[in-house]
């Protein structure tokens, strides 16, 4: 799906992060093992326990490291006792920032019907590096009655062309059909550039249908009707609600996995869901979610035929219900 096939091992960074993040880890791994694939695992513990253990977030010499190998697994990262923001921001939205990670890849398998089979599947790209969460901004005069608080949304031609662009070359693989999502008509600065960049990389792909809708609309049209979608592309915040609400109107949070993708080099492969801190240990996490992420991570990796045997494994009825182990042991036996 991503890169061509090679036959050197893989270097896979492996972040278990927090919370249920190393249980649903394990049962990717266990998933990857059972088809054989070869890789060198260098671990990396990072994530909010270990900030509470040492202050560590993300040193510079593990993102040059990073730099270094062939993709990055994690779990989820995010601890209560940790003020909001510091993790999420020093870890996460740093990795993406600093390895250009520009495109946030998320497929809806589709809603799951009775007989265990998916309804149609459809796929968010997400602008990953800019938008509201570049952090421009501050506050003035805090905790003072004057006190002034601005967060403003980046939009770069480069950075919104590129990922239009990587829609748009989805779509020529997938059913031709790309949908932009956004709210030009109260965005009108950031929205204009969007339109217009949408529509002139539109014109360079003729076989291309394309759709565009608010941002309020497609909540409404994700709910009652996602079959209008197949390729959707939108900006960084718009992207991280309609991804939520993606996987919950197809299957549940704990079915929807995650590309960070920098299509040139390392990219990194997370479930969409957190580190779900009440959950731990009660053999309650899905590791669907993981497992689907350790799918697209092979795709990355060249090993795309591994890919679609998880992917199908994971469509199967016996991986609906069960402990996190079982369901990693039902696809394992199906794969
Ligand atoms: C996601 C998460 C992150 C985001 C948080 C944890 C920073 O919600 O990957 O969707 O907002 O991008
Ligand atoms: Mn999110």
Same mark, same amino acid.
């Given at each position: ?182 709210? =030009?008509?109260?965005? @009108?600065?950031? !929205?204009?550039?969007? %339109?217009?960049?949408?529509?002139? #990389? $539109? ?111 994971? =469509?199967?009825?016996? @991986?609906?219900? !069960?402990?996190?182990? %079982?369901?990693?042991?039902?696809? #394992? $036996?199906?794969?």
């Amino acid at each position: 799906m991503f890169q061509e096939g090679s036959n050197v091992t893989h270097r896979i960074g492996i972040m278990g992060g927090d919370g249920i993040g190393p249980e649903v880890v394990a049962e990717g791994l266990k998933v990857i093992d059972a088809l054989g694939i070869e890789y060198e695992r260098i671990d990396y513990d990072l994530g909010g326990e270990r900030y509470l253990k040492d202050g560590t977030v993300l040193p510079q010499e593990i993102i040059d490291e990073w730099r270094g190998i062939d993709a990055l697994y994690a779990g989820a990262v995010g601890t209560p006792d940790v003020p909001p923001g510091l993790i999420e921001r020093g870890l996460l939205l740093k990795m993406r920032f600093e390895l250009d990670l520009y495109i946030n890849y998320r497929p809806f398998l589709g809603a799951r019907t009775d007989d265990g089979g998916v309804s149609h599947d459809f796929v968010v790209i997400r602008e990953n590096t800019e938008g509201t969460y570049a952090g421009e901004g501050g506050l003035l005069r805090a905790n003072t009655p004057h006190e002034i608080a601005t967060q403003g949304s980046v939009n770069t031609r480069m950075g919104v062309e590129r990922c239009v662009r990587y829609a748009f070359d989805l779509a020529m693989k997938r059913s031709k059909h790309v949908t932009l999502v956004h709210k =030009t008509n109260v965005l @009108t600065f950031s !929205g204009d550039l969007w %339109e217009r960049t949408f529509n002139e #990389v $539109a014109a360079e792909y003729p076989e291309v249908e394309t759709a565009y809708n608010h941002v309020d609309a497609a909540c409404i049209y994700f709910v009652q009707d996602p079959q209008r979608y197949d390729v959707i592309v939108t900006d960084n915040l718009f992207g991280d609600i309609l991804t939520d609400l993606g996987g919950a109107v197809s299957g549940g949070i704990g079915l929807a996995p995650t590309a960070n993708l920098n299509p040139n080099g390392m990219s990194m492969f997370e479930p969409v869901h957190g580190s779900a801190p009440d959950i731990v240990g009660t053999g309650k996490a899905n590791p669907i979610a993981a497992i689907l992420s350790g799918a697209m991570m092979l795709d990355h990796l060249g090993e795309s035929e591994a890919a679609d045997r998880i992917r199908a494994a994971c =469509t199967e009825p016996e @991986t609906l219900t !069960g402990t996190t182990s %079982e369901i990693g042991d039902a696809v #394992v $036996a199906r794969l």
